[in-house]
Structure formats: C-alpha cells, structure tokens
C-alpha cells in the first residue's frame, strides 16, 4: 500500500469515526433522556425524540460500517454477512424516518 493511499485511508477513517460518533452520541441521549428544558429547539414528544435517537444511532453505524470498516477490512466484504448487516441499517433508518415522519404529521396511530 503506498503512502499517499495510507495517508488518505487514515484521513477518511478519523473524520468518518467523528462523524459516525456525532451521529450516534446523541441519538442515545435522545434515546435515553429524550427532550428537556435544555434543549427546547426539538418540540417532539418522547416517542418522537426516541424515534430521532434510533434514527441518529441508526445514521452513525451506517456511516461507521460504510466509510471505515468496509475500507480498512477490505477481505470481509467477500462475505455476504456485511452487506446484510448495511442493508439491514438502511431498512431501521427508512424505517425509522417515517415513523418521525408520521409522527410529524401528526398520525397518532403509533
């Protein structure tokens, strides 16, 4: 591997690792404390900031497993396990979204 490609894998897996935790971090604070006095900026309901948290954590694997472990272990992408898994994110974040989504809407139904 040369240099340049060392340098620029190494670049993109520490902004992708940030990132990934500015996704995740507060999708489990709104998952777990949900909306407070302290941040009055997201007018949702427990169950729409929930929704939001799973979302965000949802967003931050994604990002983890597509910018950083799919390029510093290129041999386990033969495996179909991997691609399941990213697929699976996509489906808890499409998912997820539109429940926020309805939630917005204001379909009380969930």
Known sequence: MSLSRTVSLGVLTAIAS?????????????????PSDILPIIPLSPTGSRILGVLAIAMGNFVFMTFVADRVFPSVMRRQT?????MFM???MLTSFLFLLLRVLGVTAL
Do not use: K
Not at 82 to 86: I, R
């Open 82 to 86: 991997v691609s399941n898994l990213e």
């Open 90 to 92: 996509i489906g808890v």
């Open 18 to 34: 940030a990132w990934a935790v500015c996704l995740t971090v507060p999708g489990f604070w709104l998952v777990c404390e949900g």
